[in-house]
T-cell receptor, first 111, second 112 residues
Framework: NAGVTQTPKFRVLKTGQSMTLLCAQD?????MYWYRQDPGMGLRLIHY???????AKGEVPDGYNVSRLKKQNFLLGLESAAPSQTSVYFC??????????FGPGTRLTVL | AQSVTQPDIHITVSEGASLELRCNYS??????LFWYVQSPGQGLQLLLK??????LVQGIKGFEAEFKRSQSSFNLRKPSVHWSDAAEYFC??????????FGKGTKLSVKP
């Protein structure tokens, strides 16, 4: 039982490049979330999903898109990366509202 | 709007000393409250949670927290800190979207 996994662990992009972050969970959870963590800011919600095929915007959605085609996967896309998107990205899943299990994070640097 | 305040950015305690990390929240109804711990370069691990019932909640690693509605607080405590407790601690409240609203964190350093 791997829990929540994230791919890749590290990535460096140039401004304007695109990429997709993959989150996978093997706990059959309905809810999945993407957060970003910046120094002194705590974690802020980007997008979330309450089930397969559904997505919704969180607190800081601009510049990101998501998809949840399969229940176990939640993808976060950056279409045109900007230096302001340099951050650590965490995925989380939840069997019901609120109690969340976190992945190890993806450290993204945009030059 | 829901919010969480952790007044202390950085705390240093001696190994073996007691610890209390402060957390205040803003929420209209009975909140769902959480404490998470993050070691450097790692993800977040749930220490404990409060949904309802007994206001003193026991968690993993010897931590406990007390929900005080009158003070809108959910402070984290440990009677005797170990060097391995050095980490960053986040308090969170359940948000209206099923998400968690986090405080900005308190970094704990432990002196030998």
């Amino acid at each position: 039982n791997a829990g929540v996994t994230q791919t890749p662990k590290f990535r460096v992009l140039k401004t304007g490049q695109s990429m997709t972050l993959l989150c996978a969970q093997d706990m059959n959870h309905e809810y999945m979330y993407w957060y970003r963590q910046d120094p002194g800011m705590g974690l802020r919600l980007i997008h979330y999903s309450v089930g397969e095929g559904t997505t919704a915007k969180g607190e800081v959605p601009d510049g990101y898109n998501v998809s949840r085609l399969k229940k176990q996967n939640f993808l976060l896309g950056l279409e045109s990366a900007a230096p302001s998107q340099t951050s650590v990205y965490f995925c989380a899943s939840s069997p019901f509202r609120h109690e969340q299990f976190f992945g190890p994070g993806t450290r993204l640097t945009v030059l | 709007a829901q919010s969480v305040t952790q007044p202390d950015i950085h705390i240093t305690v001696s190994e073996g000393a007691s610890l209390e990390l402060r957390c205040n929240y803003s929420y209209g109804a009975t909140p769902y409250l959480f404490w998470y711990v993050q070691s450097p370069g790692q993800g977040l691990q749930l220490l404990l949670k409060y949904f309802s019932g007994d206001t003193l909640v026991q968690g993993i690693k010897g931590f406990e927290a007390e929900f005080k509605r009158s003070q809108s607080s959910f402070n984290l405590r440990k009677p005797s800190v170990h060097w391995s407790d050095a980490a960053e601690y986040f308090c969170a409240v359940g948000g209206s979207q099923g998400n968690l609203i986090f405080g900005k964190g308190t970094k704990l350093s432990v002196k030998p």
